[in-house]
């Protein structure tokens, strides 16, 4: 017997979606984000994020609420000051949509950050108010070959570009002289990360925020749905919205000797039985020494030498997490000296501890090096750990190659 269904598009979230001629609901549902930056930007993008539906939402921020974050950031409340933005974000976010699945990463960029989790998002949002944190993502992002969409804004001025490796120049291709000096500034004072300096700090309103965020996650979308040619790929949008001014500008994309930005990794290989807490960077020597060589690509501060004391420590952490307090001698007070290697050869007493301790994140990509071939292995086994929605396979980015 014939039954007829009568469907209440008013009960269904998603139907404006499903009826637009710009936009396929299944890509969106089905899409992956990454937010790096929690603040203004950061609660725009993530709003118009979760309105969508789509499958995951990852949160990168290390600060808290300030209730000064008030005027500009819409998930954030006054009893949230002090808390992880990660945190009041994620239940902001599912309180709008219970459907999107949220994920947190509280603390520094290449700190929390695998590269093992860049490579499986299909879009990579750029909220920061730091040109050296951008720098840091561009790198990431080339090293997996994935674009990302930065943002940008002061008073009533914004900025939206779209960077596509090997599409146009890459963020650090555009930096002047002037601005790579204040970075190398705010990345090492006598050899110590300052991780307090905010490279870019500016007075920001929240019209502004909702224009740029728009904008940032529009782009995103059309890159979503392989729609290059209409993105501004390679390309700058600056919205001046003292005059109602909005104009688009193109630099050129520097060689790759002289642009420090355009390396990348080779073809990953999945490595399930690696994890972060468990694996020793000595036990991946010993298994892939014969086929890739015999050093681990990673800054790694060795040892904290105070001078006055004549005293030394022994470290294992990544230049990025030592701070003033960690680097200053608890006998003199004096800020103790660094010694860094971007080697690990296996002999080193460190080389027995899990990668974790060496400040390598869940789900990242390892480099070894050999005399005559590199290879890159994914902490795979760290996989599980993360939401289902980053797990799957059934999305829009593209999966890594067969495990070994």
């Not at 994020?49 to 000064?68: K, P, Q, S």
């Not at 690990?344 to 990668?355: C, F, I, K, R, T």
Request: negative net charge; contains cysteine.
């Amino acid at each position: 017997m014939a039954t007829l269904k009568i469907i209440d598009h008013t009960r269904d979230r998603y139907h404006a979606l499903a009826i637009s001629s710009v936009w396929e609901l299944v890509r969106i549902r089905k899409g992956r984000a990454l937010v790096v930056g929690a603040g203004a930007l950061g609660n725009e993008v993530c709003k118009n994020l979760a309105l969508m539906g789509v499958a995951l939402i990852a949160v990168l921020d290390r600060d808290t609420v300030e209730t000064a974050n008030l005027s500009r950031s819409v998930f954030f409340r006054e009893r949230d000051h002090g808390h992880p933005k990660t945190d009041v974000l994620s239940a902001g976010l599912t309180e709008l949509n219970p459907d999107v699945e949220i994920m947190t990463l509280t603390g520094d960029l290449d700190h929390q950050l695998g590269l093992g989790v860049l490579r499986r998002m299909d879009m990579i949002f750029s909220c920061l108010d730091s040109r050296l944190a951008r720098r840091t993502l561009n790198r990431m992002c080339s090293k997996v070959s994935k674009p990302w969409v930065d943002g940008a804004m002061e008073n009533l001025l914004g900025e939206v570009a779209v960077y596509v490796p090997d599409q146009g120049p890459c963020y650090e291709c555009s930096l002047t002289e002037m601005q790579k000096v204040l970075i190398a500034e705010a990345a090492s004072c006598r050899g110590v990360a300052l991780r307090n300096i905010a490279q870019g700090k500016v007075p920001t309103t929240s019209t502004m925020g909702s224009i740029v965020a728009a904008l940032q996650v529009q782009e995103a979308v059309k890159l979503l749905h392989d729609d290059g040619k209409n993105s501004l790929a390679g390309k700058r949008m600056v919205i001046n919205c003292n005059v109602n001014d909005f104009y688009v500008t193109a630099s050129d994309r520097k060689t790759d000797e002289d642009c420090d930005g355009h390396w990348k990794c080779g073809s990953v290989t999945e490595v399930p039985e690696y994890a972060a807490a468990k694996t020793s960077v000595k036990e991946m020597l010993a298994r892939f020494k014969e086929e890739t060589g015999e050093n681990l690509g990673r800054e790694v501060v060795t040892e904290l030498y105070c001078p006055k004391c004549k005293k030394a420590e022994t470290l294992g952490e990544t230049i990025r997490v030592v701070d003033q307090e960690m680097a200053r001698c608890q006998t003199c007070m004096e800020v103790r000296e660094l010694k860094t290697t971007h080697e690990v050869l296996g002999h080193e007493p460190y080389a027995e501890w899990p990668v974790e301790r060496l400040g390598i994140p869940k789900l990242d990509v390892l480099e070894v090096r050999g005399a005559q071939a590199t290879r890159w292995f994914e902490l795979t086994g760290d996989l599980a750990a993360f939401p289902a929605a980053l797990q799957s396979r059934d999305a829009n980015a593209q999966g890594a190659e067969q495990s070994i």
